[in-house]
């Protein structure tokens, strides 16, 4: 009897939060990895560094390219080096507030990006190759009712970054149905994990109080309290980028846990299980979070963490992933926050 081939999977933005969750999964399901990293002048690579030799670049299994997608020829040539049976991309400038800095390079980076990949599977000719684009909520932007959202929910993006998410996800429809490329949008909501970026709002929050309560840090500055966010686990998110390349046709999912909470309802979560006795007084950007015991001040806010427009709402329903692809979320809200204050106390 021959040998069964291993898969070859590609991931632009390996080094990411998702990228590592991705290359676990895959890995334990017997795939070759090869992952795409960016130069930089000091390590990116700590969310993977466990599953590779970092001065040779990989082991058995997993093998690591310097590329970039702002760079065409490069993408172009690492594709036609690997011939993968799946793209994951996973690359992204990801962080909203920040698009609002620098818009230019978010566009290059976020739309053109996925653009670039997508040209290099029509111009090579990979009939087999099966393209998964990592799309966004963030992409529904300014919605109309505070109800759950799913595929048919049309985009109102909010930012450079949610505007050059709909560009990537509508170029991932249209080499499909232009080229019949096997490409599919996964429309995830907001994921989190104890290998959160320290920016985005939850790891800054469990870092923030953690510190808080072991007096490493006085205080915790904020911007908008009252934004509803549907939270995940990314390791969960990772199953569904796997699951939505394995069903037998290529579509575009949304990805929720269909849970909502407010940035305020999150801090509130993790004080208490910290222990922390907050209470909050004031209004707007006077707001402030107050421990209740010696009066001070545990959290403020800050006009600079506002963004000049807002996503007020994001709550997903994710029932056709969980009719066809058999997917629902398998860690709660409340295991998350465990697993992230587990991970930032084990620290110190
Ligand atoms: P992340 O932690 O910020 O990871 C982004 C990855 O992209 C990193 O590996 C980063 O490399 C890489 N990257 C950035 N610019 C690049 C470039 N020019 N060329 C090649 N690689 C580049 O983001 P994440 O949370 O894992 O999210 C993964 C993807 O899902 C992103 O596209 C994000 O926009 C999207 N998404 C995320 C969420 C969420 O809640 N997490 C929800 C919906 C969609 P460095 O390590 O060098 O920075
Ligand atoms: O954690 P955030 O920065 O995530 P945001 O903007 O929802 O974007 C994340 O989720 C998207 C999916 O919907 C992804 F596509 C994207 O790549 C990223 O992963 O902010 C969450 C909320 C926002 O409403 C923000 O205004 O928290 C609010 N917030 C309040 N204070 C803050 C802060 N956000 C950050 N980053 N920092 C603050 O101090």
Redesign the pocket.
């Known amino acids: 009897m021959g040998k069964i081939r291993k898969k070859i999977a590609l991931i632009f933005g390996i080094t990411g939060q998702d990228g590592s969750y991705l290359s676990e999964l895959l890995l334990k399901k017997n795939y070759i990895i090869h992952g795409v990293k960016r130069r930089s002048s000091s390590a990116n690579t700590e969310r993977i560094d466990h599953l590779f030799d970092s001065l040779n670049f990989s082991n058995k299994n997993f093998f690591i390219h310097y590329g970039d997608i702002s760079d065409g020829t490069s993408t172009l040539n690492i594709i036609n080096k690997v011939k993968p049976d799946e793209i994951y991309n996973l690359a992204?400038q990801?962080?909203?507030?920040v698009s609002f800095d620098v818009p230019e390079y978010t566009a290059d980076v976020t739309a053109l990006g996925a653009l670039r990949i997508l040209e290099s599977i029509r111009i090579l000719n990979l009939k087999k190759t099966k393209y998964y684009q990592a799309s966004?909520?963030?992409m529904y932007g300014l919605v109309k009712k505070k109800k759950s959202l799913n595929e048919k929910t049309p985009f109102h993006p909010r930012s450079v970054?949610g505007i050059s998410?709909v560009f990537a996800f509508n170029a991932t429809v249209h080499y499909r149905e232009a080229y019949n490329i096997f490409a599919c949008n996964g429309i995830?909501?907001?994921h989190e994990s104890p290998r959160r970026g320290p920016?985005?709002?939850?790891k800054?929050i469990v870092q923030g109080l953690v510190r808080i309560q072991k007096g490493l840090q006085n205080k915790l500055?904020?911007?908008?309290?009252y934004?509803v966010?549907d939270w995940g686990h990314a390791k969960d998110y990772a199953i569904s980028m796997w699951k939505i390349l394995q069903y037998k046709k290529p579509d575009d999912w949304v990805i929720a846990t269909n849970k909502d909470q407010t940035?305020k309802k999150f801090i509130d979560l993790v004080a208490k299980k910290l222990n922390i006795p907050l209470k909050w007084r004031g209004k707007g950007i006077n707001e402030k979070g107050i421990n209740k015991i010696n009066g001070k001040v545990i959290v403020d806010l800050d006009k600079k963490?506002?963004?000049p427009s807002?996503?007020d709402f994001?709550k997903g329903d994710f029932s056709k992933a969980k009719k066809h692809l058999k997917w629902s979320p398998g860690i709660s809200t409340d295991q998350l926050i465990d697993d992230m204050i587990n991970e930032e106390l084990s620290i110190y």
């Open positions: 992204a990801s962080h909203v507030r966004s909520s963030e970054y998410k995830l909501f907001n920016t985005f709002v939850t800054k500055t904020l911007g908008n309290l934004a966010r940035v963490f506002l963004r807002e996503v994001l």
